[in-house]
Protein backbone atom coordinates (compact mmCIF):
# COMPACT_ATOMS: atom_id res chain seq x y z
CA UNK A 1 0.00 0.00 0.00
CA UNK A 2 1.41 3.53 -0.95
CA UNK A 3 0.65 5.92 1.49
CA UNK A 4 3.10 8.76 -0.15
CA UNK A 5 1.57 12.30 0.06
CA UNK A 6 1.15 13.64 -3.45
CA UNK A 7 2.22 17.41 -3.77
CA UNK A 8 -0.93 18.02 -5.95
CA UNK A 9 -0.69 20.76 -8.94
CA UNK A 10 -3.79 20.27 -11.10
CA UNK A 11 -3.24 21.94 -14.10
CA UNK A 12 -0.19 19.74 -15.08
CA UNK A 13 -2.01 16.86 -14.04
CA UNK A 14 -1.44 14.17 -17.18
CA UNK A 15 -3.24 11.24 -18.40
CA UNK A 16 -0.51 8.68 -16.30
CA UNK A 17 -0.67 10.50 -12.99
CA UNK A 18 -4.31 10.67 -13.17
CA UNK A 19 -4.03 6.47 -13.87
CA UNK A 20 -1.67 6.49 -10.80
CA UNK A 21 -3.86 8.22 -8.42
CA UNK A 22 -6.63 6.55 -9.33
CA UNK A 23 -5.67 3.28 -8.67
CA UNK A 24 -4.53 4.19 -5.25
CA UNK A 25 -8.18 5.68 -4.68
CA UNK A 26 -8.97 1.40 -5.96
CA UNK A 27 -6.42 -0.01 -3.20
CA UNK A 28 -7.58 2.33 -0.53
CA UNK A 29 -11.25 1.75 -1.19
CA UNK A 30 -10.85 -1.82 -1.75
CA UNK A 31 -8.61 -2.04 1.93
CA UNK A 32 -11.76 -0.29 3.51
CA UNK A 33 -14.35 -2.13 2.64
CA UNK A 34 -12.23 -5.31 3.34
CA UNK A 35 -11.96 -4.12 6.49
CA UNK A 36 -15.57 -2.39 7.16
CA UNK A 37 -16.84 -5.64 5.74
CA UNK A 38 -19.25 -3.44 3.55
CA UNK A 39 -19.43 -0.84 1.01
CA UNK A 40 -20.20 -1.09 -2.81
CA UNK A 41 -16.77 -2.23 -3.99
CA UNK A 42 -18.44 -2.47 -7.80
CA UNK A 43 -19.92 0.79 -8.76
CA UNK A 44 -16.88 2.45 -6.37
CA UNK A 45 -14.06 0.76 -9.30
CA UNK A 46 -16.49 1.56 -11.84
CA UNK A 47 -16.48 5.12 -10.72
CA UNK A 48 -12.75 6.01 -9.83
CA UNK A 49 -11.27 6.91 -12.85
CA UNK A 50 -14.17 9.99 -13.60
CA UNK A 51 -13.59 10.72 -9.67
CA UNK A 52 -10.16 11.17 -9.75
CA UNK A 53 -10.15 13.06 -13.15
CA UNK A 54 -12.74 15.65 -11.82
CA UNK A 55 -10.99 16.44 -8.39
CA UNK A 56 -7.12 15.71 -9.35
CA UNK A 57 -7.52 17.68 -12.44
CA UNK A 58 -10.80 19.38 -14.12
CA UNK A 59 -12.93 21.05 -11.02
CA UNK A 60 -12.02 24.64 -9.20
CA UNK A 61 -12.08 23.76 -5.84
CA UNK A 62 -10.17 24.43 -2.81
CA UNK A 63 -10.13 22.05 -0.03
CA UNK A 64 -8.92 24.62 2.57
CA UNK A 65 -12.28 26.73 1.22
CA UNK A 66 -14.81 24.10 0.49
CA UNK A 67 -17.74 26.46 0.41
CA UNK A 68 -16.35 29.13 -1.94
CA UNK A 69 -19.21 30.52 -3.54
CA UNK A 70 -16.97 30.22 -7.07
CA UNK A 71 -16.23 26.30 -6.47
CA UNK A 72 -17.54 23.63 -9.46
CA UNK A 73 -20.02 22.13 -7.72
CA UNK A 74 -19.78 17.69 -8.04
CA UNK A 75 -23.06 15.69 -6.86
CA UNK A 76 -22.61 11.97 -6.26
CA UNK A 77 -26.26 10.91 -6.90
CA UNK A 78 -25.34 7.41 -6.60
CA UNK A 79 -24.28 8.10 -2.79
CA UNK A 80 -23.90 4.52 -2.28
CA UNK A 81 -20.63 4.74 -3.55
CA UNK A 82 -19.66 7.54 -0.76
CA UNK A 83 -16.87 5.56 -0.20
CA UNK A 84 -15.11 6.63 -3.60
CA UNK A 85 -15.55 9.88 -2.61
CA UNK A 86 -14.52 9.68 0.58
CA UNK A 87 -11.14 8.24 -0.25
CA UNK A 88 -11.26 10.93 -3.00
CA UNK A 89 -12.10 13.38 -1.11
CA UNK A 90 -9.19 12.76 1.45
CA UNK A 91 -6.47 12.15 -1.36
CA UNK A 92 -7.05 16.08 -2.04
CA UNK A 93 -6.93 17.26 0.94
CA UNK A 94 -10.76 18.07 2.53
CA UNK A 95 -10.79 15.72 5.25
CA UNK A 96 -7.58 13.66 6.89
CA UNK A 97 -6.61 10.80 5.23
CA UNK A 98 -6.31 8.51 8.25
CA UNK A 99 -10.00 9.39 8.85
CA UNK A 100 -10.89 6.78 5.62
CA UNK A 101 -10.31 4.18 8.30
CA UNK A 102 -13.26 5.01 10.26
CA UNK A 103 -15.68 4.19 7.43
CA UNK A 104 -19.56 3.36 8.84
CA UNK A 105 -17.60 3.16 12.03
CA UNK A 106 -20.03 4.70 15.51
CA UNK A 107 -20.21 8.29 15.05
CA UNK A 108 -18.05 8.02 12.33
CA UNK A 109 -19.09 11.29 9.71
CA UNK A 110 -18.26 8.44 7.01
CA UNK A 111 -21.30 7.04 7.15
CA UNK A 112 -22.69 4.81 3.56
CA UNK A 113 -23.81 7.74 2.08
CA UNK A 114 -22.46 11.77 1.99
CA UNK A 115 -23.51 14.09 3.83
CA UNK A 116 -22.99 17.57 3.09
CA UNK A 117 -23.38 18.88 6.60
CA UNK A 118 -20.02 16.51 7.99
CA UNK A 119 -18.41 15.96 5.29
CA UNK A 120 -16.16 19.44 3.46
CA UNK A 121 -16.45 18.67 -0.06
CA UNK A 122 -20.05 17.31 -0.11
CA UNK A 123 -22.40 19.05 -1.65
CA UNK A 124 -26.30 17.92 -0.85
CA UNK A 125 -27.17 14.22 1.04
CA UNK A 126 -27.51 11.91 -1.61
CA UNK A 127 -28.90 8.08 -1.05
CA UNK A 128 -32.04 7.44 -2.24
CA UNK A 129 -31.40 7.48 -5.79
CA UNK A 130 -32.63 10.41 -8.65
CA UNK A 131 -32.00 13.32 -6.35
CA UNK A 132 -28.62 14.15 -7.52
CA UNK A 133 -29.66 15.57 -11.10
CA UNK A 134 -32.49 17.73 -9.88
CA UNK A 135 -29.87 19.66 -7.23
CA UNK A 136 -27.88 19.81 -9.73
CA UNK A 137 -29.79 21.70 -12.06
CA UNK A 138 -30.61 23.95 -9.27
CA UNK A 139 -26.89 24.73 -8.79
CA UNK A 140 -26.54 25.32 -12.61
CA UNK A 141 -29.69 27.29 -12.48
CA UNK A 142 -28.50 29.71 -10.06
CA UNK A 143 -24.99 30.44 -11.69
CA UNK A 144 -27.10 31.41 -14.65
CA UNK A 145 -29.18 33.83 -12.14
CA UNK A 146 -26.29 35.17 -10.15
CA UNK A 147 -23.81 35.10 -13.11
CA UNK A 148 -20.97 33.14 -10.84
CA UNK A 149 -19.28 31.21 -13.71
CA UNK A 150 -18.36 27.79 -11.90
CA UNK A 151 -19.98 24.54 -13.69
CA UNK A 152 -21.93 21.89 -12.10
CA UNK A 153 -21.20 17.90 -12.65
CA UNK A 154 -23.13 15.15 -11.38
CA UNK A 155 -22.81 11.56 -11.46
CA UNK A 156 -25.68 9.35 -11.64
CA UNK A 157 -25.62 5.27 -11.98
CA UNK A 158 -27.28 4.05 -15.04
CA UNK A 159 -29.93 1.64 -13.11
CA UNK A 160 -30.61 4.93 -11.61
CA UNK A 161 -31.48 6.59 -14.49
CA UNK A 162 -35.13 3.94 -14.39
CA UNK A 163 -35.78 6.88 -11.55
CA UNK A 164 -38.66 9.03 -13.40
CA UNK A 165 -37.07 12.18 -10.84
CA UNK A 166 -34.02 12.11 -13.30
CA UNK A 167 -36.25 12.36 -16.40
CA UNK A 168 -38.10 15.50 -14.70
CA UNK A 169 -34.79 16.92 -14.53
CA UNK A 170 -33.09 16.10 -17.71
CA UNK A 171 -36.06 18.10 -19.58
CA UNK A 172 -35.81 21.41 -17.31
CA UNK A 173 -32.14 21.52 -18.29
CA UNK A 174 -32.61 21.40 -21.96
CA UNK A 175 -35.23 23.94 -20.99
CA UNK A 176 -33.40 26.22 -19.24
CA UNK A 177 -30.63 26.23 -21.55
CA UNK A 178 -27.88 25.03 -19.04
CA UNK A 179 -24.66 24.83 -20.94
CA UNK A 180 -23.11 24.54 -17.50
CA UNK A 181 -24.34 21.73 -16.29
CA UNK A 182 -22.52 18.10 -17.24
CA UNK A 183 -24.15 14.86 -16.16
CA UNK A 184 -22.12 11.60 -16.10
CA UNK A 185 -23.80 8.53 -16.13
CA UNK A 186 -22.02 5.45 -14.90
CA UNK A 187 -22.72 2.81 -17.35
CA UNK A 188 -21.21 -0.01 -15.79
CA UNK A 189 -24.05 -2.10 -17.23
CA UNK A 190 -25.23 -3.57 -13.76
CA UNK A 191 -27.67 -2.45 -10.87
CA UNK A 192 -28.19 -4.46 -7.22
CA UNK A 193 -29.57 -7.26 -8.28
CA UNK A 194 -29.21 -8.22 -11.97
CA UNK A 195 -27.64 -6.63 -15.23
CA UNK A 196 -29.51 -2.94 -16.74
CA UNK A 197 -30.66 -4.81 -19.71
CA UNK A 198 -32.53 -8.00 -17.43
CA UNK A 199 -34.56 -5.25 -15.12
CA UNK A 200 -35.10 -2.29 -17.20
CA UNK A 201 -33.16 -1.92 -19.89
CA UNK A 202 -33.14 2.28 -20.86
CA UNK A 203 -29.90 1.60 -22.65
CA UNK A 204 -28.84 2.93 -25.42
CA UNK A 205 -29.01 6.33 -23.09
CA UNK A 206 -27.50 8.67 -26.04
CA UNK A 207 -30.21 9.10 -28.68
CA UNK A 208 -32.13 9.49 -25.43
CA UNK A 209 -30.63 12.42 -23.94
CA UNK A 210 -30.05 13.82 -27.65
CA UNK A 211 -33.74 13.98 -27.80
CA UNK A 212 -34.39 15.90 -25.07
CA UNK A 213 -32.11 18.43 -26.11
CA UNK A 214 -28.77 17.83 -24.84
CA UNK A 215 -25.44 17.81 -26.08
CA UNK A 216 -24.27 13.60 -25.64
CA UNK A 217 -20.13 12.12 -25.74
CA UNK A 218 -19.47 8.53 -25.01
CA UNK A 219 -16.54 7.83 -23.68
CA UNK A 220 -14.79 4.87 -22.35
CA UNK A 221 -14.86 5.96 -18.73
CA UNK A 222 -12.20 3.71 -17.43
CA UNK A 223 -9.70 5.95 -19.78
CA UNK A 224 -7.93 8.86 -18.64
CA UNK A 225 -7.77 9.59 -22.21
CA UNK A 226 -10.79 9.81 -23.03
CA UNK A 227 -12.60 11.05 -19.57
CA UNK A 228 -10.58 14.58 -19.30
CA UNK A 229 -11.29 16.04 -22.11
CA UNK A 230 -14.98 15.00 -21.92
CA UNK A 231 -15.12 16.52 -18.74
CA UNK A 232 -13.54 19.50 -19.81
CA UNK A 233 -15.91 19.70 -23.17
CA UNK A 234 -17.94 22.44 -23.28
CA UNK A 235 -20.89 23.54 -25.71
CA UNK A 236 -24.30 25.16 -25.74
CA UNK A 237 -26.71 23.24 -24.69
CA UNK A 238 -26.27 20.57 -21.37
CA UNK A 239 -23.71 17.61 -21.62
CA UNK A 240 -24.60 14.39 -20.97
CA UNK A 241 -21.33 12.00 -20.84
CA UNK A 242 -22.28 8.11 -21.61
CA UNK A 243 -19.36 6.91 -19.14
CA UNK A 244 -19.12 2.98 -20.69
CA UNK A 245 -17.15 1.42 -17.70
CA UNK A 246 -16.92 -1.92 -15.96
CA UNK A 247 -18.25 -3.12 -12.68
CA UNK A 248 -15.07 -4.22 -10.42
CA UNK A 249 -13.03 -2.27 -12.75
CA UNK A 250 -9.22 -3.15 -12.24
CA UNK A 251 -9.62 -6.39 -10.18
CA UNK A 252 -10.30 -8.90 -12.26
CA UNK A 253 -12.02 -11.59 -10.89
CA UNK A 254 -15.16 -8.50 -9.79
CA UNK A 255 -15.42 -7.46 -13.46
CA UNK A 256 -18.51 -7.23 -15.24
CA UNK A 257 -20.63 -9.51 -12.53
CA UNK A 258 -23.65 -8.88 -10.96
CA UNK A 259 -22.17 -10.02 -7.72
CA UNK A 260 -19.55 -7.39 -7.11
CA UNK A 261 -22.36 -4.17 -6.28
CA UNK A 262 -22.07 -5.04 -2.33
CA UNK A 263 -20.34 -8.21 -1.77
CA UNK A 264 -17.52 -8.31 0.65
CA UNK A 265 -13.93 -9.97 -0.58
CA UNK A 266 -12.72 -12.95 1.38
CA UNK A 267 -9.18 -12.93 2.74
CA UNK A 268 -7.88 -14.64 -0.52
CA UNK A 269 -10.38 -12.82 -2.89
CA UNK A 270 -8.63 -9.70 -1.07
CA UNK A 271 -5.21 -10.62 -1.76
CA UNK A 272 -5.57 -11.26 -4.98
CA UNK A 273 -7.16 -7.80 -5.87
CA UNK A 274 -4.64 -5.86 -3.65
CA UNK A 275 -1.90 -7.72 -6.15
CA UNK A 276 -3.72 -6.72 -9.21
CA UNK A 277 -3.91 -3.17 -8.44
CA UNK A 278 -0.48 -2.62 -6.90
CA UNK A 279 1.28 -4.27 -9.61
CA UNK A 280 0.78 -0.66 -11.90
CA UNK A 281 1.65 1.62 -9.20
CA UNK B 1 -59.47 40.24 24.03
CA UNK B 2 -63.06 38.88 23.12
CA UNK B 3 -63.36 41.61 20.45
CA UNK B 4 -60.11 40.50 18.83
CA UNK B 5 -61.54 39.56 15.40
CA UNK B 6 -61.80 43.25 14.69
CA UNK B 7 -63.46 42.13 11.10
CA UNK B 8 -65.23 40.20 9.27
CA UNK B 9 -63.69 40.68 6.36
CA UNK B 10 -62.22 37.38 5.34
CA UNK B 11 -58.94 37.27 3.56
CA UNK B 12 -57.29 35.14 1.30
CA UNK B 13 -53.93 34.42 2.93
CA UNK B 14 -52.05 33.83 -0.78
CA UNK B 15 -52.30 37.73 -1.15
CA UNK B 16 -50.26 38.21 2.09
CA UNK B 17 -47.89 35.68 1.35
CA UNK B 18 -47.15 37.16 -2.36
CA UNK B 19 -47.63 40.77 -1.02
CA UNK B 20 -45.19 39.98 1.48
CA UNK B 21 -42.49 37.95 -1.14
CA UNK B 22 -42.49 41.09 -3.50
CA UNK B 23 -41.79 43.26 -0.87
CA UNK B 24 -38.86 41.32 0.08
CA UNK B 25 -37.99 40.10 -3.58
CA UNK B 26 -37.17 44.05 -3.70
CA UNK B 27 -35.30 44.31 -1.84
CA UNK B 28 -32.97 41.25 -1.83
CA UNK B 29 -32.50 39.90 -5.25
CA UNK B 30 -31.25 36.46 -4.04
CA UNK B 31 -34.97 35.72 -3.50
CA UNK B 32 -36.25 33.38 -5.82
CA UNK B 33 -39.88 31.67 -6.62
CA UNK B 34 -39.45 28.12 -7.74
CA UNK B 35 -42.72 26.67 -8.94
CA UNK B 36 -44.58 23.54 -10.63
CA UNK B 37 -46.69 25.53 -13.57
CA UNK B 38 -48.76 26.96 -10.46
CA UNK B 39 -48.06 30.59 -11.09
CA UNK B 40 -51.82 31.15 -11.12
CA UNK B 41 -52.94 29.51 -8.11
CA UNK B 42 -49.86 30.39 -5.61
CA UNK B 43 -50.49 34.35 -6.83
CA UNK B 44 -46.92 34.65 -8.38
CA UNK B 45 -48.42 36.63 -11.59
CA UNK B 46 -46.60 39.88 -9.70
CA UNK B 47 -43.71 38.14 -8.89
CA UNK B 48 -43.31 37.06 -12.11
CA UNK B 49 -43.87 40.72 -14.00
CA UNK B 50 -41.47 42.07 -11.70
CA UNK B 51 -38.61 39.58 -12.11
CA UNK B 52 -39.52 37.35 -15.09
CA UNK B 53 -36.11 35.41 -14.87
CA UNK B 54 -36.46 35.16 -11.01
CA UNK B 55 -39.88 33.18 -11.25
CA UNK B 56 -38.19 29.14 -12.04
CA UNK B 57 -41.35 27.01 -13.62
CA UNK B 58 -40.08 23.34 -13.64
CA UNK B 59 -43.81 22.45 -15.03
CA UNK B 60 -45.29 19.86 -13.81
CA UNK B 61 -42.54 18.34 -11.87
CA UNK B 62 -42.57 18.30 -8.12
CA UNK B 63 -39.75 15.94 -7.26
CA UNK B 64 -37.70 18.12 -9.65
CA UNK B 65 -38.60 21.65 -8.24
CA UNK B 66 -37.68 20.45 -4.65
CA UNK B 67 -34.53 19.49 -5.98
CA UNK B 68 -33.69 22.25 -7.95
CA UNK B 69 -34.69 24.57 -4.68
CA UNK B 70 -32.33 22.62 -3.21
CA UNK B 71 -29.57 23.22 -5.50
CA UNK B 72 -30.86 26.78 -5.98
CA UNK B 73 -29.91 27.64 -2.35
CA UNK B 74 -26.31 25.47 -2.76
CA UNK B 75 -26.05 28.35 -5.35
CA UNK B 76 -26.74 30.84 -2.91
CA UNK B 77 -29.90 32.09 -3.65
CA UNK B 78 -33.12 32.19 -1.70
CA UNK B 79 -35.80 30.31 -2.72
CA UNK B 80 -39.46 29.73 -2.06
CA UNK B 81 -40.82 26.72 -3.24
CA UNK B 82 -44.14 26.93 -4.22
CA UNK B 83 -47.10 24.41 -5.05
CA UNK B 84 -50.08 22.89 -3.78
CA UNK B 85 -49.59 21.19 -0.43
CA UNK B 86 -51.53 17.84 -1.34
CA UNK B 87 -48.31 17.90 -4.43
CA UNK B 88 -45.67 19.57 -2.90
CA UNK B 89 -45.60 17.43 0.30
CA UNK B 90 -46.89 14.42 -1.08
CA UNK B 91 -45.22 13.80 -4.46
CA UNK B 92 -41.65 14.69 -3.38
CA UNK B 93 -41.48 14.18 0.25
CA UNK B 94 -38.61 12.02 0.23
CA UNK B 95 -37.12 14.70 -1.99
CA UNK B 96 -38.40 16.99 1.33
CA UNK B 97 -36.44 14.29 3.23
CA UNK B 98 -32.84 14.12 1.46
CA UNK B 99 -32.85 17.32 -0.16
CA UNK B 100 -34.15 20.06 1.68
CA UNK B 101 -34.41 18.74 5.52
CA UNK B 102 -31.50 16.05 5.88
CA UNK B 103 -28.93 18.22 3.81
CA UNK B 104 -30.50 21.53 6.04
CA UNK B 105 -30.97 23.43 2.13
CA UNK B 106 -31.58 27.40 3.57
CA UNK B 107 -35.16 26.35 0.96
CA UNK B 108 -39.01 27.76 2.18
CA UNK B 109 -41.24 25.37 0.78
CA UNK B 110 -44.87 27.40 0.35
CA UNK B 111 -47.79 24.61 0.52
CA UNK B 112 -50.67 26.56 -1.11
CA UNK B 113 -54.32 25.46 -0.44
CA UNK B 114 -53.88 22.93 2.02
CA UNK B 115 -56.10 21.27 4.17
CA UNK B 116 -59.20 20.68 1.74
CA UNK B 117 -59.35 23.79 0.18
CA UNK B 118 -59.41 22.27 -3.09
CA UNK B 119 -62.71 20.38 -1.13
CA UNK B 120 -64.61 19.37 -4.07
CA UNK B 121 -62.02 18.40 -6.21
CA UNK B 122 -61.89 15.26 -3.95
CA UNK B 123 -59.77 13.31 -1.50
CA UNK B 124 -56.94 13.64 -4.02
CA UNK B 125 -56.44 16.80 -3.98
CA UNK B 126 -56.70 17.50 0.15
CA UNK B 127 -53.88 17.83 1.36
CA UNK B 128 -54.67 16.63 5.64
CA UNK B 129 -51.73 14.43 6.00
CA UNK B 130 -48.89 17.37 5.60
CA UNK B 131 -48.66 18.15 9.04
CA UNK B 132 -48.00 14.15 9.71
CA UNK B 133 -45.49 13.56 7.35
CA UNK B 134 -43.32 16.64 7.57
CA UNK B 135 -43.66 17.60 11.96
CA UNK B 136 -41.32 13.95 11.78
CA UNK B 137 -38.32 15.65 9.47
CA UNK B 138 -35.63 16.79 11.46
CA UNK B 139 -34.56 20.31 11.07
CA UNK B 140 -37.63 21.27 9.14
CA UNK B 141 -40.10 23.72 10.90
CA UNK B 142 -43.56 23.28 10.24
CA UNK B 143 -46.16 26.37 10.41
CA UNK B 144 -49.54 27.36 9.57
CA UNK B 145 -50.51 30.71 10.27
CA UNK B 146 -54.41 31.45 11.02
CA UNK B 147 -54.76 34.56 9.35
CA UNK B 148 -53.38 37.33 6.72
CA UNK B 149 -51.59 39.27 9.76
CA UNK B 150 -49.58 36.13 10.70
CA UNK B 151 -48.91 34.77 7.42
CA UNK B 152 -47.40 38.26 6.53
CA UNK B 153 -45.24 38.14 9.81
CA UNK B 154 -44.82 34.06 8.93
CA UNK B 155 -43.10 35.18 5.29
CA UNK B 156 -41.11 38.11 6.78
CA UNK B 157 -39.68 35.84 9.40
CA UNK B 158 -38.95 32.48 7.06
CA UNK B 159 -37.18 34.74 4.67
CA UNK B 160 -34.47 35.48 7.63
CA UNK B 161 -34.72 32.05 9.52
CA UNK B 162 -31.05 30.36 8.29
CA UNK B 163 -32.58 27.07 7.33
CA UNK B 164 -35.77 25.35 5.45
CA UNK B 165 -39.01 26.16 6.46
CA UNK B 166 -42.26 24.63 5.35
CA UNK B 167 -45.17 27.09 5.72
CA UNK B 168 -48.89 26.08 5.25
CA UNK B 169 -51.26 28.44 3.73
CA UNK B 170 -54.63 28.21 2.57
CA UNK B 171 -56.91 30.08 0.16
CA UNK B 172 -59.90 29.77 2.25
CA UNK B 173 -61.11 33.28 3.48
CA UNK B 174 -60.35 33.88 7.20
CA UNK B 175 -61.11 37.24 9.40
CA UNK B 176 -58.02 38.34 10.62
CA UNK B 177 -57.34 37.75 14.48
CA UNK B 178 -53.92 39.09 15.05
CA UNK B 179 -53.29 42.54 15.72
CA UNK B 180 -51.21 44.63 12.87
CA UNK B 181 -47.54 44.01 13.13
CA UNK B 182 -47.75 41.06 15.08
CA UNK B 183 -44.29 39.45 14.69
CA UNK B 184 -44.19 36.01 13.95
CA UNK B 185 -42.04 33.94 16.76
CA UNK B 186 -41.31 30.34 15.98
CA UNK B 187 -42.42 28.01 18.82
CA UNK B 188 -44.26 30.39 20.73
CA UNK B 189 -48.27 29.92 20.71
CA UNK B 190 -50.68 33.27 20.82
CA UNK B 191 -52.94 33.74 23.78
CA UNK B 192 -56.07 35.10 22.15
CA UNK B 193 -58.33 35.16 24.59
CA UNK B 194 -58.21 33.59 28.24
CA UNK B 195 -60.25 31.51 30.59
CA UNK B 196 -60.19 28.46 33.05
CA UNK B 197 -62.48 25.66 31.77
CA UNK B 198 -61.06 24.57 28.91
CA UNK B 199 -58.55 25.61 26.19
CA UNK B 200 -59.42 25.77 22.75
CA UNK B 201 -55.93 25.51 20.36
CA UNK B 202 -55.96 25.33 16.77
CA UNK B 203 -54.19 26.57 14.23
CA UNK B 204 -54.72 27.73 10.30
CA UNK B 205 -58.12 28.21 9.16
CA UNK B 206 -59.56 26.68 12.47
CA UNK B 207 -58.35 29.54 14.54
CA UNK B 208 -61.39 31.88 14.23
CA UNK B 209 -64.13 28.94 14.16
CA UNK B 210 -62.47 28.17 17.70
CA UNK B 211 -62.92 31.93 18.63
CA UNK B 212 -66.69 32.12 17.75
CA UNK B 213 -66.98 28.95 19.67
CA UNK B 214 -65.26 30.47 22.57
CA UNK B 215 -68.29 33.07 22.34
CA UNK B 216 -70.65 30.56 22.15
CA UNK B 217 -69.43 29.07 25.58
CA UNK B 218 -69.40 32.34 27.20
CA UNK B 219 -72.90 33.04 26.70
CA UNK B 220 -73.06 29.80 28.40
CA UNK B 221 -71.06 31.24 31.30
CA UNK B 222 -68.43 29.40 30.14
CA UNK B 223 -64.90 31.37 30.05
CA UNK B 224 -62.82 29.03 27.58
CA UNK B 225 -58.76 29.94 27.08
CA UNK B 226 -57.64 30.33 23.23
CA UNK B 227 -54.29 29.67 21.83
CA UNK B 228 -53.33 29.85 18.02
CA UNK B 229 -50.44 27.40 17.54
CA UNK B 230 -49.10 28.14 13.81
CA UNK B 231 -45.69 26.61 14.86
CA UNK B 232 -46.96 22.94 14.96
CA UNK B 233 -43.05 21.90 15.33
CA UNK B 234 -41.21 22.96 17.06
CA UNK B 235 -44.17 23.21 19.53
CA UNK B 236 -44.58 25.49 21.98
CA UNK B 237 -44.28 23.33 24.89
CA UNK B 238 -44.91 25.45 27.91
CA UNK B 239 -47.82 26.79 26.53
CA UNK B 240 -49.34 23.20 26.29
CA UNK B 241 -48.10 22.80 29.46
CA UNK B 242 -49.49 25.78 31.09
CA UNK B 243 -52.99 25.27 29.51
CA UNK B 244 -53.25 21.55 31.22
CA UNK B 245 -52.29 22.61 34.39
CA UNK B 246 -54.36 26.23 34.58
CA UNK B 247 -57.66 24.55 32.69
CA UNK B 248 -57.85 21.18 33.07
CA UNK B 249 -58.54 20.25 29.56
CA UNK B 250 -57.49 21.24 26.24
CA UNK B 251 -59.20 20.40 22.46
CA UNK B 252 -57.92 20.78 19.62
CA UNK B 253 -59.12 21.72 16.00
CA UNK B 254 -57.28 21.23 12.41
CA UNK B 255 -57.97 21.25 8.80
CA UNK B 256 -55.93 17.84 8.84
CA UNK B 257 -56.43 14.02 9.66
CA UNK B 258 -56.93 13.41 13.46
CA UNK B 259 -54.28 11.19 13.01
CA UNK B 260 -50.31 12.84 13.32
CA UNK B 261 -51.30 16.44 13.30
CA UNK B 262 -51.28 19.43 15.58
CA UNK B 263 -53.63 17.65 17.98
CA UNK B 264 -51.10 14.81 17.97
CA UNK B 265 -48.49 17.11 18.55
CA UNK B 266 -50.18 18.14 21.56
CA UNK B 267 -51.08 14.99 23.14
CA UNK B 268 -47.55 13.91 22.73
CA UNK B 269 -46.88 16.57 25.22
CA UNK B 270 -49.87 16.67 27.41
CA UNK B 271 -49.41 12.59 27.72
CA UNK B 272 -46.05 13.22 29.18
CA UNK B 273 -45.85 16.59 30.78
CA UNK B 274 -49.54 17.18 32.42
CA UNK B 275 -52.37 14.38 31.50
CA UNK B 276 -55.61 15.91 31.21
CA UNK B 277 -58.69 14.84 28.91
CA UNK B 278 -58.01 16.00 25.52
CA UNK B 279 -60.21 15.78 22.36
CA UNK B 280 -58.63 15.94 18.87
CA UNK B 281 -61.22 17.48 16.01
CA UNK B 282 -60.02 16.93 12.67
CA UNK B 283 -60.42 14.26 9.73
CA UNK B 284 -61.72 11.29 11.05
CA UNK B 285 -58.99 8.71 9.53
CA UNK B 286 -61.11 8.62 6.57
CA UNK B 287 -61.07 10.37 2.45
CA UNK B 288 -63.37 13.26 2.49
CA UNK B 289 -66.89 13.01 0.64
CA UNK B 290 -67.67 16.05 -1.90
CA UNK B 291 -68.09 19.44 -0.78
CA UNK B 292 -66.57 22.42 -0.27
CA UNK B 293 -63.41 23.24 2.79
CA UNK B 294 -66.10 25.04 4.82
CA UNK B 295 -68.53 21.80 4.05
CA UNK B 296 -66.38 19.34 5.31
CA UNK B 297 -64.90 21.16 8.58
CA UNK B 298 -68.86 21.46 9.23
CA UNK B 299 -69.38 17.87 7.83
CA UNK B 300 -66.49 16.99 10.29
CA UNK B 301 -67.53 18.11 13.70
CA UNK B 302 -65.60 21.76 13.38
CA UNK B 303 -68.80 24.65 12.73
CA UNK B 304 -68.17 26.68 16.10
CA UNK B 305 -71.52 25.14 17.38
CA UNK B 306 -69.81 21.59 17.19
CA UNK B 307 -66.86 22.31 18.87
CA UNK B 308 -68.83 24.60 21.95
CA UNK B 309 -70.19 21.26 22.26
CA UNK B 310 -67.62 19.24 22.00
CA UNK B 311 -65.96 21.50 24.72
CA UNK B 312 -68.89 20.88 27.05
CA UNK B 313 -68.28 17.08 26.61
CA UNK B 314 -64.75 17.47 27.65
CA UNK B 315 -65.34 19.29 30.51
CA UNK B 316 -67.52 17.11 31.87
CA UNK B 317 -65.00 14.64 31.41
CA UNK B 318 -62.73 16.48 34.01
CA UNK B 319 -65.05 16.08 36.56
CA UNK B 320 -64.97 12.06 36.32
CA UNK B 321 -61.07 12.76 36.17
Known amino acids: MCNCIFIHNEDSMQPNDLDRIA??????????????????????MSAIDILTALYFRVLRIWPDQPKNPERDRFVLSKGHVAL?????????????????????????????????????????????????????????????????????????????????????????????????????????????GASLKDTNNLAPF???????GWDVTEINGNSMDEIVPALEKRGNRPHCIVAHTNKGHGISFMQDTVD???KVPNAEQYKIAVAELSEAL | MKDVVTSPKLH??????????????????????VCNDS????????????WPERLVNVGIAEQNMVGVGAGLANGGLLPFVCG?????????????????????????????????????????HHSIEDFAWTRVLPNLPVVAPCDSIETAAAVEWAAQYDGPVFLRLSRVGVPD?????????????????????????????????????????????????????????????????????????????????????????????????????????????????????EFLLDEFGMSPAAIAEAAITLIARKSRA
Not at chain 1, 149 to 178: C, P, R
Not at chain 1, 207 to 212: V, Y
Not at chain 2, 207 to 230: P, S, W
Not at chain 2, 272 to 278: K, L, R
Open chain 1, 260 to 262: WHH
Open chain 1, 206 to 212: PAKLSAF
Open chain 2, 177 to 293: LLPAGHKFELGKANLLRDGDAVTLLANGTLTHRMMKAADILAEQGIEARVLNMASVRPIDVDAVVAAARDTGAILTAEEHSVIGGLGSAVAEFVVSEAPVPMKILGVPGIFAPTGSA
Open chain 2, 84 to 124: AACFLTGRSLEQIKADIAYSNANVKLIGISSGMAYGELGPT
Open chain 2, 39 to 50: VGSSKLGGFKSR
Open chain 1, 84 to 192: ALYVTLAKRGFIPEDEISTFLKPHSRLNGHPNCNKVPGVETNTGPLGHGLPVAVGMAKAAKLTGAKYHTYVMTGDGEMQEGSNWEAIASAAQFGLDNLTLIIDHNRFQQ
Open chain 2, 12 to 33: DCRDAFVAVLERLGAENSKIVA
Open chain 1, 23 to 44: RQIRLRDLQTVFEAGAGHIGGE
